[in-house]
């Protein structure tokens, strides 16, 4: 199964900021999927990234507040723009197994990032 | 919309007693997985059962799927400390490319 290394583990942030999130994965995958988990939450899926096109949000989430990179096929980054105390949040990197993602297959996790906006 | 609802929400058991979580969803799925997650860190896949499927095991996880029901179980036997986390179940709609739904998880702590 994939290794997925996801940084910082956590952050502090200030109100009005941005932060980058990186995704790095061990193999090639077509999707990698970026989801939040709000305290004592469910996760929430808020887009999916593919190498070489835009990404797609799922809705309530834009691309303005959640810009997404996908420079190749290990590697996504997600940044938190403008930030707020409700973007306090775990957020997650995923990917299926195997070079494409289905519903079949399970998804693998990165430790996640706890970011915290005061 | 929220398509897997787990039941209870928390449970605490001692060492060695069974924990059975339940999880409900709405429209017609392809598969139902479940997942664990520690303690502030990312999930961690236990087990896949497919709609054509009515029992898996794992080890010492049973999963049970009712699909008229539109219902699932976890069973994990003979609970140890470690098994302490939220699990979560998450359904797939369809057979190709799919996201999956998580449902709002079940928080057990195993008592030694």
């Known amino acids: 199964s994939a290794v997925i290394s996801q940084k910082p583990s956590r952050d502090i942030c200030q109100r009005g900021t941005s932060l980058t999130i990186q995704c790095q994965v061990d193999?090639?995958?077509?999707?990698m999927f970026w989801y939040r988990q709000q305290p004592g939450q469910s996760l929430t899926l808020i887009a999916t990234a593919n190498q070489g096109s835009e990404a797609t949000y799922e809705s309530g989430f834009v691309i303005d507040k959640f810009p997404i990179s996908r420079p190749n096929l290990t590697f996504s980054t997600l940044t938190v723009s403008n930030m707020s105390p409700e973007d306090s949040s775990i957020y997650l990197c995923?990917?299926?197994?195997?070079?494409?993602?289905?519903?079949?297959?399970?998804?693998?996790f990165g430790n996640g990032t706890r970011l915290t906006v005061t | 919309s929220q398509q897997g609802e787990e039941d209870p929400q928390a449970l605490s058991i001692q060492e060695g007693e069974n924990a059975t979580m339940n999880c409900s969803y709405k429209t017609s799925i392809n598969n139902l997985q479940w997942y664990r997650q520690n303690s502030g860190r990312g999930l961690v896949h236990l087990i896949l059962i497919r709609s054509n499927e009515r029992e898996k095991h794992s080890g010492r996880l049973r999963v049970t799927l009712d699909t008229s029901k539109k219902s699932s179980s976890l069973l994990i036997t003979a609970s140890r400390a470690a098994d302490t986390a939220s699990y979560f179940c998450a359904t797939a709609r369809n057979s190709g490319y799919s996201t999956l739904t998580f449902g709002k998880g079940t928080m057990l702590l195993v008592s030694p």
């Open positions: 995923s990917v299926g197994e195997g070079a494409i993602s289905s519903g079949n297959s399970p998804l693998h």
């Open positions: 193999s090639q995958v077509t999707m």
